[in-house]
């Protein structure tokens, strides 16, 4: 089955830095790539996805990238602000298939 | 329209019990998934019910079970519960047609088994 790894597992960034998350997955026909945001004693929401066939994405500061080639994708959260503390969770699917998660990376933005 | 309704929002309950959970998804939507969520290890995937049937099944043990009714509702059942068992159970719906699609998550179930 899916394997999705993530990596940093903690990430602590100053206000106004940059954040950096990677993702790998192990099925080649996993072709969705959603990425969770979770806050403390909240329910993981959906922030942003990007299918197989797409490259790149951005909306405004958050941006995802998908190398089909390598199985690996990230998350880039630019000009980081208090509110982006949490955990974040990238996932993989397949059509018909569960939704794999990753490890979950906590984000700290310090002040 | 409404989101993901899972009840009951905290369980307490005793080592050997047995506890049925409840998901009730977002309006049309007929998928329903559910996963655990332990601070060692994330979000591990259960099972995912469609159209009243099981259509994906995670590692978990036989006294995980569920099922998912004509109104696209679905329970889930844990037997004979384990400390190990104290987590919280979240739910996710999905149109569940050919997709995928991005998943809505409850706001979850907090089991304790004491």
């Known amino acids: 089955g899916e394997n999705v790894e993530q990596h940093p597992s903690t990430l602590s960034v100053q206000e106004g830095d940059s954040a950096v998350i990677k993702c790998t997955y192990s099925d080649s026909a996993s072709n969705y790539f959603p990425w969770y945001k979770q806050e403390l004693g909240k329910r993981p929401q959906l922030i942003t996805d990007i299918r197989s066939n797409v490259g790149e994405k951005k909306d405004q500061r958050i941006a995802v990238a998908l190398n089909k080639t390598a199985k690996h994708f990230s998350l880039h959260i630019t000009e980081t602000q208090p509110e982006d503390s949490a955990v974040y969770f990238c996932a993989a699917q397949a059509a018909g298939n569960k939704l794999t998660f990753g490890g979950g990376t906590r984000v700290l933005v310090k002040p | 329209k409404a989101g993901v309704t899972q009840t009951p929002r905290y369980l307490i309950k005793t080592r050997g019990q047995q506890v049925t959970l409840s998901c009730s998804p977002i309006s049309g939507h007929r998928s329903v998934s559910w996963y655990q969520q332990t601070p060692g290890q994330g979000l591990q995937f259960l099972f995912e019910y469609f159209s009243e049937t099981q259509r994906n099944k995670g590692n978990f043990p036989g006294r995980f079970s569920g099922r998912q009714f004509s109104n696209s509702r679905s329970e889930m059942n844990v037997s004979t519960l384990e400390l190990g068992d104290s987590a919280l159970y979240l739910c996710?719906?999905?149109?569940?047609?050919?997709?995928?699609?991005?998943?809505?998550f409850g706001s979850g179930t907090r089991l304790t088994v004491v």
């Open positions: 996710a719906s999905s149109p569940g047609r050919t997709g995928p699609y991005g998943y809505t």
